[in-house]
């Protein structure tokens, strides 16, 4: 009997590698020279702002990508984020209480990207135009997340954003900064 046991733990230890070898094929097609798309839904926390009193409130991406190499991508995405403010009299247009600020643009981005398997850690960042009710400027972003493939050519996950879009609303409020951070949870088709 006890050779027995011994036989089988041997068994598995030469089974095991082979089965996680061969799932690690089926979740690691060759995605180098392929498109992606995504769609991303979430919270957005604000920046702070001694002039307004921001209250952050969701935010949603969609995109499309391309990798360039197993480490590499480029993507193009559309961010949407929505913010409540408590609006002062003294900003024109606008009555004393609160209002809604949507927050609008889109960017391109460079992904660096480290594939484990089914998982792939990614960090990157990249440009854009961001306009909202007051204002449309240059804009900038960062990210980093992991996706984890449920499927050959399908990945949800979550990610990190930290947008930079500053707004000058001339003498009422100079140096508004719009921007805020992003968690998202996320779905991306590999074609």
């Not at 024109?92 to 609160?98: C, I, N, V």
């Not at 981005?109 to 660096?112: E, G, N, Q």
């Given at each position: 009997m006890r050779n027995g046991w011994g036989s089988l733990v041997v068994a598995l230890v030469a089974v095991i590698p082979m089965c996680s070898h061969a799932q690690g094929n089926m979740f690691e097609p060759e995605r180098v020279g392929r498109w992606y798309l995504s769609g991303a839904a979430g919270t957005f926390k604000e920046e702070t702002n001694p002039q307004l009193g921001l209250d952050g409130?969701?935010?949603?991406?969609?995109?499309?990508?391309?990798?360039?190499s197993p480490h590499i991508s480029l993507e193009v995405d559309g961010l949407f984020a929505s913010q409540r403010v408590d609006t002062p009299s003294t900003i024109?247009?606008?009555?004393?209480?609160?209002a809604d600020i949507y927050t609008r643009g889109i960017g391109g981005?460079?992904?660096?990207i480290l594939p484990l398997d089914r998982v792939e850690l990614y960090v990157g960042g990249g440009l854009g135009i961001y306009n909202t009710t007051f204002w449309t400027d240059v804009g900038f972003q960062t990210m980093a997340g992991a996706d984890f493939f449920v499927s050959r050519h399908i990945s949800v996950g979550v990610e990190y954003r930290r947008l930079k879009f500053d707004a000058i609303l001339g003498s009422f409020v100079a140096g508004l900064d719009l921007g805020g951070e992003f968690l998202l949870a996320t779905v991306r088709g590999h074609l």
């Open positions: 409130r969701f935010g949603l991406a969609i995109g499309a990508g391309y990798r360039l024109p247009g606008l009555a004393p209480g609160t981005l460079v992904k660096f």
